[in-house]
């Protein structure tokens, strides 16, 4: 078999397998391994296993995968991200839908301490829905709101998937933070005016249930909360802009940070620590796989030339740049259909990566690009993991979410066309880094 031929082969049966629901990660590692040892022989097969493990398991970039996502396992069982939704309703109280827009607001704040979606949406879910429905939204409204606003911690940094992208483009990791910035204030300014305008539909009585003096916290104890978040951020990427630390090293520094905070605050037990720590090393053990098995993958296709011809086609289509990159994220919309984000990330970027630069994109923006559209997949059905989570976590149906969450998905969908219409919205920040 021609090795061009392998390559479409392999790649028709790993999407097969993964819509008949084998995980993300088994099915990468299997093509990759599969494809090569039919390509080269199975020794050489069982060589790329090992040196991809080796290669992933020392690079010292992927360290701050795990420790980011321990900033987050933190705040969320220490219950730090409880008074930052406080903090965030007693700031928004006046505004139409302003419990709502507290929640994106509050979403945002975690998400600048920690760069998992799914600990966002697990977090604000248990907090923000049931008040939302106590206060009079409906739980379409409410549920939606949490599981779009949780997409926030993956493009406002530090991101888990700029962490991956960077370290598999060997594009610098502390550049794409510095670059999820600005794209990610005006997402969540989006998904605000999104929640406002929704809630004028309801009637003007259950909007003043809105602004209802509700039980309060302490005025210190809040301070202490958005103090704490915004010390922690500006220590993490505060300190990457000017270029005291690496991303890695500001990864440390950050769950040090924390760490602190929540022992000072005594809001840390021996217990919530040990929940912490047991997530963070089963969701880290799964970015593993998957990135272990896209590597593998990604080097078979290019062994069999699939990626060059891929490039070749596109190249010679008569498309202006920026159709090319519509018709992209429309090919996102539909993978986002059949498998899960990370591993849509890793099998596309052997492809995609070399297609936006031929164009003239920069990698840097690319990571964004491909970031905005992962939130959008992590939204829509019948996959859309922050809903799944989001219905064990609230007992509110799927359906219902998604049923809702389509103003949001039109909210981020406008951002990618920003993106793609006026690209300095994601570049001209780190080209101000030292």
């Given at each position: 078999?021609?090795?061009?031929?392998?390559?479409?082969?392999?790649?028709?049966?790993?999407?097969?397998?993964?819509?008949?629901?084998?995980?993300?990660?088994?099915?990468?590692?299997?093509?990759?391994?599969?494809?090569?040892?039919?390509?080269?022989?199975?020794?050489?097969?069982l060589t790329q296993i090992g040196l991809v493990l080796w290669d992933n398991g020392t690079n010292f970039l992927f360290i701050a995968v795990p420790l980011f996502i321990l900033m987050g396992q933190i705040i969320f069982h220490s219950g730090l991200a409880e008074d930052i939704f406080a903090l965030a309703q007693r700031g928004t109280r006046r505004l139409p839908g302003g419990l709502g827009v507290?929640?994106?607001?509050?979403?945002?704040?975690?998400?600048?301490?920690?760069?998992?979606?799914?600990?966002?949406?697990?977090?604000?879910?248990?907090?923000?829905?049931?008040?939302?429905?106590?206060?009079?939204?409906?739980?379409?409204?409410?549920?939606?709101?949490?599981?779009?606003?949780?997409?926030?911690?993956?493009?406002?940094?530090?991101?888990?998937?700029?962490?991956?992208?960077?370290?598999?483009?060997?594009?610098?990791?502390?550049?794409?933070?510095?670059?999820?910035?600005?794209?990610?204030?005006?997402?969540?300014?989006?998904?605000?005016?999104?929640?406002?305008?929704?809630?004028?539909?309801?009637?003007?009585?259950?909007?003043?249930?809105?602004?209802?003096?509700?039980?309060?916290?302490?005025?210190?104890?809040?301070?202490?909360?958005?103090?704490?978040?915004?010390?922690?951020?500006?220590?993490?990427?505060?300190?990457?802009?000017?270029?005291?630390?690496?991303?890695?090293?500001?990864?440390?520094?950050?769950?040090?940070?924390?760490?602190?905070?929540?022992?000072?605050?005594?809001?840390?037990?021996?217990?919530?620590?040990?929940?912490?720590?047991?997530?963070?090393?089963?969701?880290?053990?799964?970015?593993?796989?998957?990135?272990?098995?896209?590597?593998?993958?990604?080097?078979?296709?290019?062994?069999?030339?699939?990626?060059?011809?891929?490039?070749?086609?596109?190249?010679?289509?008569?498309?202006?740049?920026?159709?090319?990159?519509?018709?992209?994220?429309?090919?996102?919309?539909?993978?986002?259909?059949?498998?899960?984000?990370?591993?849509?990330?890793?099998?596309?970027?052997?492809?995609?990566?070399?297609?936006?630069?031929?164009?003239?994109?920069?990698?840097?923006?690319?990571?964004?690009?491909?970031?905005?559209?992962?939130?959008?997949?992590?939204?829509?059905?019948?996959?859309?993991?922050?809903?799944?989570?989001?219905?064990?976590?609230?007992?509110?149906?799927?359906?219902?979410?998604?049923?809702?969450?389509?103003?949001?998905?039109?909210?981020?969908?406008?951002?990618?066309?920003?993106?793609?219409?006026?690209?300095?919205?994601?570049?001209?920040?780190?080209?101000?880094?030292?």
């Open positions: 078999m021609e090795p061009l031929t392998l390559g479409i082969v392999v790649m028709a049966a790993m999407l097969v397998v993964v819509v008949i629901g084998m995980p993300i990660g088994y099915a990468l590692l299997g093509a990759g391994v599969i494809g090569y040892a039919v390509l080269s022989g199975p020794s050489q097969a507290s929640t994106i607001l509050a979403s945002a704040g975690f998400g600048a301490v920690t760069g998992s979606s799914v600990a966002a949406v697990a977090t604000m879910g248990n907090i923000a829905v049931p008040q939302m429905i106590k206060h009079g939204y409906s739980d379409k409204l409410a549920a939606a709101s949490v599981a779009s606003a949780a997409t926030l911690a993956i493009i406002i940094p530090p991101s888990i998937p700029l962490v991956i992208y960077g370290v598999w483009s060997e594009t610098s990791i502390g550049a794409l933070f510095i670059a999820g910035i600005v794209p990610g204030i005006v997402l969540t300014i989006f998904y605000a005016l999104t929640v406002m305008v929704q809630r004028r539909q309801y009637p003007p009585t259950s909007a003043i249930v809105d602004r209802l003096k509700q039980e309060d916290m302490p005025m210190s104890r809040l301070l202490v909360a958005a103090l704490s978040i915004a010390l922690i951020f500006l220590l993490v990427i505060g300190g990457i802009y000017v270029g005291i630390f690496t991303p890695t090293e500001a990864s440390g520094v950050g769950v040090l940070g924390v760490f602190v905070i929540s022992v000072v605050a005594r809001r840390l037990t021996a217990e919530a620590l040990r929940a912490a720590l047991k997530e963070t090393v089963r969701t880290t053990a799964a970015i593993f796989l998957i990135l272990t098995g896209g590597v593998i993958l990604s080097r078979f296709l290019v062994q069999t030339r699939l990626t060059d011809a891929v490039v070749s086609l596109v190249a010679g289509l008569d498309a202006s740049p920026q159709a090319i990159l519509i018709a992209l994220a429309l090919m996102y919309l539909l993978l986002g259909a059949i498998m899960d984000t990370f591993g849509m990330l890793i099998l596309t970027l052997p492809l995609v990566l070399p297609i936006t630069i031929a164009i003239g994109y920069d990698p840097i923006w690319t990571g964004i690009y491909l970031t905005v559209l992962m939130e959008i997949a992590m939204l829509t059905p019948p996959i859309g993991l922050n809903v799944f989570v989001l219905e064990r976590v609230t007992g509110v149906p799927a359906q219902r979410v998604f049923a809702g969450v389509w103003p949001f998905v039109a909210a981020s969908l406008l951002l990618v066309l920003i993106l793609i219409y006026f690209p300095a919205l994601a570049t001209w920040l780190p080209q101000t880094m030292q």
